[in-house]
Nanobody, 120 residues
Framework: QVQLVESGGGLVQPGGSLRLSCAAS????????MGWYRQAPGKQRELVGI???????RYADSVKGRFTISRDNAKNTVYLQMNSLNVEDTAAYYC??????????????WGQGTQVTVSS
């Protein structure tokens, strides 16, 4: 069963930055597109963006130009660099393997997530 461990969240002021990490194990990491997702209180989980196995990225309109996804296949880790954060980015952030086209999560097993709170 895939294991996903997210880290790097915290409390940040509007306009600030954070870098999230997601370490994956028990999968052939380099073969999968990886996605970042987030879930705000009272809302459904939504796709933030994905990175293909070859490094091509795609983002939700709400984060385009502010967030950057990267991956290190040697470390089985995917990253989410978040800049110019605003209060609407407050959510628990998760990673998962993703379908390359639509970015739907592949695995039913999720990590614990990492909480990002943007507040002054």
């Amino acid at each position: 069963q895939v294991q996903l461990v997210e880290s790097g969240g915290g409390l940040v002021q509007p306009g600030g930055s954070l870098r999230l990490s997601c370490a994956a194990s028990r999968i052939i990491f380099k073969s999968y597109a990886m996605g970042w997702y987030r879930q705000a209180p009272g809302k459904q989980r939504e796709l933030v963006g994905i990175i293909s196995s070859s490094g091509i990225t795609r983002y939700a309109d709400s984060v385009k130009g502010r967030f950057t996804i990267s991956r290190d296949n040697a470390k089985n880790t995917v990253y989410l660099q978040m800049n110019s954060l605003n209060v609407e980015d407050t959510a628990a952030y998760y990673c998962n393997a993703a379908t390359p086209g639509g970015g739907s999560p592949l695995f039913s097993s999720w990590g614990q997530g990492t909480q990002v709170t943007v507040s002054s």
